[in-house]
């Protein structure tokens, strides 16, 4: 089995690991007994957040996903992390996160409506990007000049929306063609120790990002 999936239940997959069954994780790394291709997601977000810092955003709010799973609590740990480097203040009001009884949408809007001095955003997910967008444009804002937004993923639509997203790249293809080639292995029964690969990222930088330094310099 290549198993991808972010959700909290793993009891199941734990019951696997245990039966001897061949399975590679993908997204996610569970235990350092399991099989896993993953990114590294407090750097990925690190470098994100920094780039938003060095092109001189301020007030930088991150929209995150449930931080009891572990690739959102360490793409916020990066978030804090860039947030320290660049000296800027680790703000309550800036730290947003989707919910059960609410869409990203809405709480986006809700939080463009309400004020809060903000101008640039880091999404931990490009669909919770797109909805910071719609939720953006509605209440007003104009994207980038108004409020920058930042993604991670990199998904197939992302170029296309208006305008093209910058987000963080996962190599979804070299990272699909490792778990395929490990649990080929595993099938074949070559014995080794669970190997945990780390694959890189990249930032791929958009029209949804201003470099408001260039700005400030031309005032």
Not at 11 to 22: D, R
Not at 31 to 50: C, G, L, P, Q, R
Not at 70 to 94: D, I, K, M, T
């Amino acid at each position: 089995i290549l198993l991808a999936t972010s959700g909290r239940e793993k009891s199941h997959v734990e019951e696997l690991n245990e039966s001897g069954l061949p399975m590679v994780l993908l997204i996610r790394k569970l235990a350092d007994d399991m099989d896993s291709v993953v990114v590294n997601n407090t750097k990925a977000a690190f470098d994100a957040v920094s780039y938003l810092a060095k092109t001189g955003h301020k007030r930088i709010a991150i929209f995150n996903g449930d931080r009891s799973l572990p690739l959102y609590q360490e793409r916020y740990q990066g978030y804090v992390q860039a947030l320290e480097l660049a000296h800027l203040p680790l703000n309550p009001s800036l730290v947003l996160e989707a919910s059960e009884q609410d869409s990203c949408y809405e709480i986006a809007k809700r939080f463009f409506n309400s004020g809060i001095p903000v101008d640039a955003v880091f999404a931990v997910s490009d669909p919770h990007a797109l909805e910071v967008m719609s939720a953006a444009k509605d209440a007003g804002l104009r994207i980038p000049e108004d409020v920058s937004i930042m993604g991670f993923d990199n998904l197939q639509f992302s170029p296309f929306l208006d305008p093209p997203l910058t987000t963080v790249n996962q190599p979804f293809y070299e990272m699909g063609q490792a778990a395929a080639e490990r649990i080929i292995s595993l099938i074949e029964g070559e014995p080794s120790n669970a190997l945990i690969l780390v694959m890189e990222t990249e930032l791929i930088i958009r029209k949804s990002v201003m470099d408001r330094t260039k700005r400030i310099k031309k005032l």
